[in-house]
């Protein structure tokens, strides 16, 4: 993982260099206006697959016909620019988006070879089993003891009160901060620091013991230290859960990810290991994306 | 392009307009909020100044001889005679002991004006408790006509012609002598406290009205406050955005908007024509300044619950709570000083609505401390414009009076609502 993609600012937009620089590649890159999703969307053990996902915000056509798989255990990076459709499309995968009145959802996907956009399937028990952590850090103005236990609370998951504590105790310790905040569980929790509080959204997420999590720009409103403390987690996170994470920072999802997802207008237009992705690019426009002509 | 020297100096320039715009836009603020101080203490400096009288009353001592002879002639003390007696006879028959040279029909009776109708009922309670008291003599302090009480107060003056007087020239005289032997004063007025309404401004008191409108603002606030609290959550949360929630928003705030004379017309028809519910009770008029706050409550929970930020409703769904529990837990602890806020002032409101409950019959004269919703009663601010309408003299100062009691549980409420917001405000 230690290739990323060159720094923006290495990068002179226009310049003679990098236009020779992209007519060589050219012949081996798919042309910028095909839109068809180049790379392997499928993997060998899927938790959620989407196919064909169309979402329409009233008449804005967000989201255009998305094929995705996400596996377990493995960590997928969305990227691409500003008001392309990654968080809108991670926003389906828990539904979300139900809260939108404008919005609908058209297509498949599925968890566990069960339709999520189905009647029968309680739109509650999807969110316990796909839990998600907010761009903003948004814990309860509530103690940071109750933020982690509402959630086992509500979906009953504890036996009497020793079990709830133990169950607040793994979540904080597996979202690493358990030694931060042991001796002041009853104070607010919106009294922590910015990348405290992410990582207590995080333990009141995972107290839930769901399959997937959902993260959608996690790090955007924290300093590189706070940062790093996430990126370390969600790499340890990934031995039980399946992550999909939206970012800005290619870095990040360099750092953190095996395959990556490039998004561009509410179209998916390349997929593949994040190695791959970042090294050698196959669609024209993920690598105008990577090697910062925009973004 | 100008160059740098140049734009220095045309900024400089403008600055002095920029200044002076700036101060008259100060002095204009300024002179409006002085404006509207002066007119409320202009306000407060008058009622208090027409009301404060009222706090005491002019009591006459009395050295009366419970006469067994007079009182309970066979001696058996049943309350059944002794409360048949002739007080008011008693009464007489004091103040003609104590002013024996009076006599003559028509100077008895200017004598037996000087002491208040309430006397006899005073003596009455007195004996009715203590049967004991018959056979021995008490000095009693009683009240005296509202006359007296306004010459004590300076309202009548000894000056004018005595045709133009309402006491006589013998019932000063009568008065100077009771001065002279200690035996009229004024006093605390614990009857304004604790009495229901009189035609007598002298035994009129304003506790009759306070308990109507204690129970008038219960039944308003256990109503209204439930019912504006669920609808509100419920539009606001639950109801899908279309026509029909549009209409019922329009609605809503048009009612807000509706004369409140208008609510006491419905009530009229609705609630004591059609369901019968009785004339002149709290309950009705609670029913009615219910429809009155509604709105007003409807229209504070909602811009209380738009307050609370969306990221706490997506946190609560985002681990699997349903929209209830998200509502119940979350979103409603943090919208709860803003709703009790707007609940509280839609109760001042109320407390002070007159209009509507004049329709459904609560403008009664009414004696008797009402004892539940379903008892017949008054309320303070309808007190006020009964006192306002009565013609003696001293239901001037009654009236301000009671003005000063409402305008204290208005601040009282008002405050309430203030620290309720300032304790439970949060950030988030």
Redesign the interface.
């Given at each position: 993982m230690e290739t990323v993609a060159k720094p923006r600012d290495d990068e002179t937009p226009g310049g003679v260099d990098v236009a020779e620089t992209l007519d060589t590649v050219q012949s081996a890159t798919v042309d910028r206006d095909d839109r068809q999703t180049v790379g392997d969307i499928t993997v060998e053990q899927p938790r959620m697959c989407c196919r064909d996902v169309n979402v329409y915000y009233g008449d804005k056509h967000a989201i255009k016909s998305v094929s995705l798989d996400i596996g377990t255990n493995e960590v997928i990076a969305m990227i691409g620019p500003s008001g392309c459709g990654k968080s809108t499309f991670l926003r389906c995968l828990n539904r979300m988006n139900d809260t939108i009145p404008t919005c609908r959802v058209e297509g498949e996907i599925t968890m566990d070879g069960e339709d999520i956009y189905s009647k029968k399937l309680d739109v509650v028990l999807l969110r316990a089993r796909v839990g998600m952590v907010f761009q903003k850090p948004n814990p309860f103005p509530k103690s940071i003891y109750e933020n982690v236990a509402f959630g086992p609370r509500i979906h009953g998951l504890a036996r009497g009160k020793t079990d709830l504590d133990e169950i607040v105790e793994t979540s904080l310790k597996r979202a690493g901060l358990w030694d931060e905040v042991k001796d002041r569980m009853d104070q607010p929790g919106t009294g922590l620091s910015g990348g405290q509080q992410q990582r207590l959204c995080i333990a009141r997420a995972i107290a839930v013991s769901p399959e997937v999590i959902l993260m959608d720009e996690p790090c955007s409103a924290l300093d590189p230290i706070a940062t790093a403390v996430i990126e370390e987690l969600i790499d340890e996170l990934r031995a039980q859960y399946s992550i999909a994470i939206v970012t800005h920072s290619m870095q990040q999802a360099a750092r953190v990810s095996q395959r990556t997802a490039y998004f561009h207008l509410g179209d998916l237009i390349e997929v593949g290991d994040t190695d791959q992705v970042f090294t050698t690019p196959r669609h024209q426009l993920t690598e105008d994306y990577i090697t910062g002509r925009f973004g | 392009m100008k160059d740098q020297q140049q734009a220095m100096e045309l900024v400089r320039a403008s600055l002095a307009r920029r200044y002076a715009a700036e101060r008259r836009f100060r002095v204009a603020g300024l002179t409006a909020i002085l404006l509207g101080l002066t007119f409320v203490s202009f306000l407060f400096v008058s009622i208090i100044a027409n009301g404060h009288p009222a706090f005491w009353q002019t009591v006459i001592q009395l050295e009366v001889k419970f006469d067994s002879q007079f009182l309970d002639p066979t001696g058996e003390r049943s309350p059944d005679v002794l409360s048949a007696a002739d007080y008011g006879g008693l009464v007489k028959q004091t103040l003609r002991e104590m002013f024996p040279d009076v006599s003559g029909r028509r100077d008895k009776r200017e004598l037996y004006g000087l002491v208040s109708t309430g006397a006899a009922y005073q003596l009455r309670n007195m004996v009715m408790s203590e049967p004991a008291l018959v056979g021995s003599t008490k000095k009693v302090w009683v009240p005296a006509d509202d006359d007296v009480d306004m010459l004590m107060k300076g309202h009548l003056s000894r000056e004018a012609p005595e045709a133009e007087r309402r006491l006589s020239d013998k019932q000063v005289a009568w008065i100077d002598d009771l001065i002279g032997m200690g035996q009229l004063e004024k006093r605390f007025n614990t009857t304004f406290f604790t009495a229901g309404d009189s035609r007598e401004p002298e035994l009129a008191g304003i506790w009759g009205a306070a308990v109507g409108s204690f129970f008038t603002l219960v039944v308003t606030l256990c109503l209204s406050f439930p019912v504006g609290v669920a609808a509100a959550v419920y539009l606001e949360e639950f109801a899908?955005?279309n026509r029909w929630t549009d209409l019922i928003e329009v609605n809503i705030n048009n009612l807000a908007a509706v004369p409140s004379i208008v609510f006491g017309l419905l009530g009229l028809a609705v609630f004591l024509n059609f369901f019968a519910l009785p004339r002149s009770a709290p309950v009705v008029g609670g029913l009615v300044l219910t429809l009155m706050t509604l709105p007003t409550i409807i229209i504070a929970s909602r811009a209380a619950l738009k307050s609370v930020?969306p990221?706490?409703?997506?946190?609560?769904?985002?681990?699997?709570?349903?929209k209830v529990?998200m509502v119940v837990?979350?979103v409603l602890p943090?919208a709860l000083p803003g709703m009790l806020t707007g609940t509280i002032i839609g109760m001042a409101q109320a407390l002070g609505e007159t209009a509507p409950l004049l329709m459904i019959g609560m403008v009664a004269f009414i004696v008797d401390i009402p004892g539940s919703a379903f008892d017949p009663s008054t309320v303070l601010p309808v007190q006020i414009y009964l006192w306002a309408d009565s013609p003696e003299r001293a239901f001037v100062e009654k009236t301000s009076a009671a003005i000063m009691v409402l305008l204290s549980f208005l601040i009282v409420m008002n405050a309430f609502a203030i620290m309720l917001r300032k304790r439970f405000e949060?950030?988030?």
């Open positions: - | 899908p955005q930020p990221s706490i409703r997506e946190a609560a769904l985002g681990i699997g709570s349903s529990q837990h979350h943090l949060r950030r988030w």
